[in-house]
């Protein structure tokens, strides 16, 4: 961490488009403290070994792990996920299962969470930082 402003959970689709050099997004993360999940990091390394050139891509996330804090999956972690499904599932609102993780994740520690998905304002209590 680099004591900037706030601290942002990023979600994976956030950290592809970093390594992608999408425009603007650097600015972005030069302006927050990262933080990052277990699930995101094994997103981010399952998208790696996927990879055509793993090697750079391991390298990204590397660097992306030197700077940014993480936070890990425990108990309350996985009461927040089962309240989030339990709050989207009836309406028929579910999300893909690795973002109900995330988000609940950012909800526990108090965490805005930086991503470029829309469906993650379903989740009630989530502060989305649409990039």
């Not at 927050?32 to 390298?59: C, F, K, Q, W």
């Not at 108990?75 to 339990?86: F, G, V």
Request: hydrophobic share 45%.
């Amino acid at each position: 961490m680099e004591g900037n402003l706030y601290e942002v959970l990023v979600d994976t689709s956030v950290v592809i488009d970093l390594f992608r050099r999408q425009p603007g997004m650097a600015q972005h993360f030069a302006r927050v403290d990262s933080v990052v999940s277990p699930i995101v990091l094994g997103e981010l390394y399952h998208g790696a070994l996927r990879a055509t050139l793993t090697a750079r891509e391991m390298n990204y996330i590397a660097q992306l792990m030197q700077t940014s804090r993480m936070v890990l999956c425990d108990e309350e972690t996985s009461l927040r996920y089962a309240t989030i499904r339990n709050n989207l599932q009836p309406r028929g609102l579910l999300i893909p299962e690795n973002d109900m993780w995330i988000a609940a994740s950012a909800i526990q520690h108090g965490l805005p969470l930086a991503t470029g998905d829309a469906h993650f304002e379903r989740v009630d209590g989530l502060v989305v930082k649409r990039w």
